[in-house]
C-alpha cells in the first residue's frame, strides 16, 4: 500500500516536472485536493457496519492505477537511472523493471539492494542471468548480442476461445492476428518467429481450429504490409537475405497449413 499523502506530494512534483501547471484548466493543487478525495472517500459496508479504506486506494480504479506508477517514476529517478550508463537498456511497466548492465554481478546486487532499501513500502525481487522473462518477452544474452522472443509461463496451457465455440467468427480472426503479431514483433530473428509460428499453429489445432477460418489470415502473412512488418519491427535484427526467406516460407505454411487439414 502506498502512503497517501506521499503519493500525491509526488504526483504535484512529477506534473512540475513535467511542466503541467495546468490541467484542462485544473491547477496542480485542484489536482491533488481531487486525488486526495478519490483516496479517502471509499467505504463499504459488511454485516450491517459501514467502514472506510484509510490505508492505500480503491482497486479497479483508474487513478489509483495511475497512482503508483508516478510513485515508481519517483522511485526509479533517484535508485536506478542516475547508477545506469546512458548506453544502458531500462524499461519499467508499473513495478515490472528490466535493465541491462556490463557491470559485474555484485554491483548489479548492490544496486538492486540499494533500490529495495530506499522505501519501506517497494520490496521488489530480481533475477539476475542471461535470459530475463519481462512481462510477456524473454530477452536472452547470446555472447553479447541481445535476442527476444514470445515468453511463455511454465504454467500456460495452449488454450484460446475454443473454434466450437458460438463467438462470432471475427472473434476468432482476431485472436489469430494478435498472436501472430505479437510473435513478428517480438522475435529478433525469423527462426526464433518461425518457432513461435508453430506453436501457434499447434495451439489452433489443440483448440479445434477451422481451416476454413484459419485460411484468411494465414494468407495475410504474405501480403506486403506484414512483411513490412517483419522489416519494421523494433525487435526484428533479420537481414535482407532472411527477410526474402521468410516471405517465400510465410507463403508455402499458408497454403500448406490448409492442405494438411
Not at 19 to 33: F, K
Not at 178 to 202: D, G, P
Request: some cysteine.
Amino acid at each position: 500500500m502506498l502512503p497517501r499523502e506521499e503519493s500525491l506530494a509526488i504526483l504535484a512534483e512529477f506534473l512540475r516536472v513535467h511542466y503541467c501547471e495546468r490541467v484542462n484548466g485544473i491547477s496542480i493543487d485542484t489536482i491533488v485536493e481531487l486525488g486526495r478525495v478519490v483516496l479517502q472517500a471509499n467505504t463499504f459496508v459488511y454485516g450491517n457496519k459501514f467502514y472506510r479504506q484509510i490505508i492505500g486506494g480503491a482497486m479497479g480504479s483508474a487513478f489509483t492505477l495511475t497512482l503508483p506508477n508516478i510513485f515508481m517514476w519517483k522511485w526509479e529517478r533517484q535508485t536506478i537511472l542516475p547508477k545506469l550508463g546512458f548506453h544502458e537498456i531500462y524499461g519499467r511497466y508499473i513495478d515490472n523493471v528490466f535493465f541491462k548492465s556490463n557491470e559485474s554481478e555484485d554491483k548489479v546486487k548492490e544496486l538492486l539492494e540499494a533500490a529495495n532499501n530506499f522505501h519501506p513500502n517497494i520490496k521488489l525481487e530480481y533475477h539476475i542471468g542471461k535470459s530475463i522473462p519481462f512481462l510477456d518477452v524473454v530477452v536472452k544474452n547470446n555472447n553479447g548480442i541481445l535476442a527476444s522472443s514470445v515468453y511463455h509461463k511454465p504454467s500456460t496451457q495452449p488454450t484460446v476461445v475454443s473454434f466450437l465455440s458460438d463467438h462470432p467468427r471475427h472473434v476468432f480472426r482476431n485472436v489469430i492476428h494478435t498472436a501472430l503479431t505479437r510473435a513478428v514483433r517480438y522475435s529478433s530473428s525469423f527462426e526464433v518467429f518461425n518457432n513461435e509460428r508453430r506453436a501457434i499453429r499447434l495451439m489452433f489445432l489443440y483448440n479445434s481450429s477451422d481451416p476454413t477460418l484459419l485460411l484468411p489470415d494465414y494468407l495475410k502473412l504474405s501480403d506486403s504490409k506484414f512483411t513490412q512488418m517483419l522489416l519494421t519491427s523494433t525487435s526484428n535484427i533479420m537481414n535482407q537475405d532472411e527477410l526474402i526467406e521468410s516471405e517465400r516460407h510465410i507463403t508455402i505454411y499458408s497454403s500448406s497449413y490448409t492442405t494438411r487439414q
